[in-house]
């Protein structure tokens, strides 16, 4: 019994350490967020009763009608990644992929970052396919979604220069050299992959795999040329993104202050939102309505004022995705597996 204790304590220990670990994660990422967030409202002095006030001039059918564009673009993803398990495996049914997707949407305003891999998960399990091809198929999805971000921050970035210039140099006093640094850094970047390449081939090690991990997203990347329906897949793409940006711009006829505002801010907002989206926080709280008011006070809004429609252009959706979240995870709870085993899967 002693020697029993004495070698599965190791394996209890280690389970525990990673629990352990995992929720320090989740309180860090949450804590990181609620901070950021009692900060901005703390530094704009923007108490419960301005912001009740200031609730009072939201008109809601524009909300809802972003909400609803919202949710149109979730259902455009499902039926994109439709597409790329077809090319692979089989055709899933649609109402199975676009619940996991929700679900998964959902469950990553608790643990940052672990829907992607658990929607996979869960789709594996209810339809006996193998989780690391799921997966892979996710891997693609977020390459071509990390290039249309690319290219919308450059559509931004030339539609507004003098505006974006202007604020970088007057406001926020970035000094010159720091943007030529920011350029010259962009195009060694771009440099430094002919670099990694040669290296891979001559010294292997470190540079062979970080030159493979290179060529996988760009490989995923063109996939797509070999789906049933390339042009479909590419026709979805441009709708999730539209949607996107359109949302931002039904948005701003909620509220006075952002009612005159074009469609070049929205875009500008969007991108500025989504550098908060990528910041560690559940769901991006707190990094999201920090960038989001930095954008709208570029475009001549209020600081307090900017402060309180960012939280309106952040909670209604959020609440709106766990609730439709949830749906989705109740379906899943109610569709038979088709098989027993699944793959485990570490969430990170």
Known sequence: ????????????????????????????????????????????????????????????????????????????????????????????????????????????????????????????????????RLIGTVVTERAIDVLCLLIIVCIGFILEYDVLISFLLEEAKVPYWLLYLGLFGGLLGLTSLFVIKRLAKSQGGVFAKVWDLVMALWEGILSVKKLK??????????????????????????????????????LIVFIFSSFGIVVPTPGGIGSFQFFAQTALVIYGMASASALFFANIMFWPFVISNIVIGTIGFLILSNTPNKTNSIENIEVQ
């Open 229 to 266: 329906r390339p042009f479909l897949f590419i026709a979805l793409t441009l709708l999730i993104w539209s949607s996107y940006v359109l949302m931002q711009y039904l948005v701003f006829f909620a509220y006075p202050p952002a009612s005159n505002f074009g469609f070049e801010v929205a």
């Open 1 to 132: 019994m002693g020697y029993y204790n004495r070698s599965s304590a190791g394996p209890f220990k280690l389970l525990s350490l990673n629990k352990l670990k995992k929720a320090i994660q989740i309180l860090a990422s949450l804590g990181l967020g609620v901070g950021i967030l009692f900060w901005l409202f703390t530094k704009e002095n923007l108490d419960w009763a301005s912001f009740q006030f200031e609730l009072k001039k939201i008109n809601w059918y524009w909300i809802i009608l972003g909400i609803i564009n919202l949710q149109l673009s979730w259902l455009y993803r499902a039926i994109r990644w439709q597409m790329q398990i077809e090319a692979i495996d089989r055709r899933y049914a649609l109402r199975d992929l676009w619940a996991a997707s929700m679900a998964g949407v959902a469950i990553n305003y608790l643990i940052p970052r672990s829907g992607e891999l658990l929607k996979c998960a869960w789709v594996g399990k209810k339809t006996g396919s193998s989780t690391p």
